[in-house]
């Protein structure tokens, strides 16, 4: 049995196969999803989606949305996305770099919550590279 997964951000398809687990990055923490799932409808945070195709895992970085289950239809509808096998390792590093230090500089409350949203999706983007070899 398995779970047909979509994954949608308002310009592309980013995803759009049948797949036999997910696990999905909620505010309120993980939630492994397989065949027959209760239905639910949750936020997502920004953070790592892992997907197991048969005994293969890929990631994808998800950049917050909203997750719908219903039916072994899970539809995911986030602001950005990008599949792990994508994202340029050197890049990511670099990125992560300037958002940390973009977050040292930050004065006054507004600057401190846009650096730390920048760091976050930074560290989701290396955690997508850095989990495939190792989705557990």
């Known amino acids: 049995m398995?779970?047909?997964?979509?994954?949608?951000?308002?310009?592309?398809?980013?995803?759009d196969s049948e797949v036999k687990e997910i696990i999905l990055s909620t505010n309120s923490g993980q939630i492994g999803v397989l065949p027959n799932?209760?239905?639910?409808?949750?936020?997502l945070d920004i953070g790592v989606m892992k997907?197991?195709?048969?005994?293969?895992?890929?990631?994808?970085?998800l950049m917050?949305?909203?997750?719908?289950?219903?039916?072994?239809?899970?539809?995911?509808?986030?602001?950005?996305?990008?599949?792990?096998?994508?994202?340029?390792?050197?890049?990511?590093?670099?990125?992560?770099?300037?958002a940390k230090a973009?977050?040292?500089?930050?004065r006054g409350k507004r600057q401190a919550i846009e650096a730390d949203v920048a760091l976050k999706r930074a560290r989701t983007r290396l955690e997508a590279i850095e989990a495939i070899s190792s989705p557990n």
């Open 2 to 15: 398995t779970l047909n997964l979509r994954v949608l951000t308002p310009n592309r398809v980013v995803w």
């Open 102 to 106: 973009d977050l040292a500089r930050a």
């Open 51 to 61: 997907i197991r195709l048969d005994a293969q895992w890929s990631t994808m970085a």
């Open 37 to 43: 799932h209760a239905s639910l409808v949750t936020a």
């Open 64 to 98: 917050g949305g909203f997750a719908k289950i219903d039916d072994n239809n899970v539809t995911v509808l986030v602001n950005n996305a990008e599949r792990g096998i994508d994202i340029d390792l050197q890049e990511a590093r670099e990125d992560f770099r300037i």
